[in-house]
């Protein structure tokens, strides 16, 4: 059995409520990185639930774009779709047009997944981009500032998905991953180099999640069927930040905070 982790769950009473904290968190993992080590380095993920924030971290009216320190900011993806940077379903292409043509990190120091190429050739290629940029050596994985991820309905995160061969890897930093539910091929970051994350966090909402939601953190442990089992970090804690929909079938929450953006409830778990 893996060794026990602790999680803390952030309950916020709706989607634009939890979006802001996940904003909030971005900046402060890439103030903490920058003011101790000069860089921050974020991997971050695609689909629905992070764009609220993106949008957040863009907005002229919000602090986030004035106030970071953003041509320090390495930026990685998590995972990508096999399309095109123009394709509306491309992680990176969403981002661009949401974040980055707003804020000014610069060009060299963003590293998209080439999801236009064929899937083994830009996983090899994404893998070798890390191993570069990061002056990676033998067996040794990147460690980012902050892993952001997200959780579908069926519990995959990243392009993990349920019963797909990735969920078999711990040799690769980044591998192609057959997904024969969706008839498609993506690219992934593997389970190992999610875990090395400093910090690493899910941000999820809606109440199609909630039931995968509980049977992740709460039931037995079955990565096949419930991939975001897999994520245990090494530094052995997890983030949740949740919507009050996702939430419904976890654990009573155990304190109330009130702040000037609003309430969170807050839960912890050892699993």
Known sequence: MPRSINVTYQVFATPAEMAAASARLFASRVEHAVRNRGIARMAISGGSTPQAAFRLLADPNQP??????????QLFWVDERCVPPDHPESNYGVCRDLLLSKVGIPENQIFRMEGELDPEEAASRYEATLRNVLRLEGAESPRFDLVWLGMGPDGHTASLFPHTEGLNEFGRLVIANHVPQKDTWRITLTAPVINQGAEVAFSIAGADKAAVLAQVLTGPRNVD???????????????????????????????????????????????
């Not at 986030?64 to 900011?73: A, G, H, I, N």
């Open 225 to 271: 069927e419930y991939p975001s089992q897999i994520v245990r970090p090494v530094t052995g804690k997890l983030l949740f930040l949740l919507d009050e929909a996702s939430a419904t079938k976890l654990p009573a929450t155990s304190e109330i905070f009130t702040t000037p953006n609003g309430s969170r409830k807050v839960g912890t778990l050892e699993i």
């Open 64 to 73: 986030f774009l004035s106030t970071l320190p953003w041509d320090k900011v």
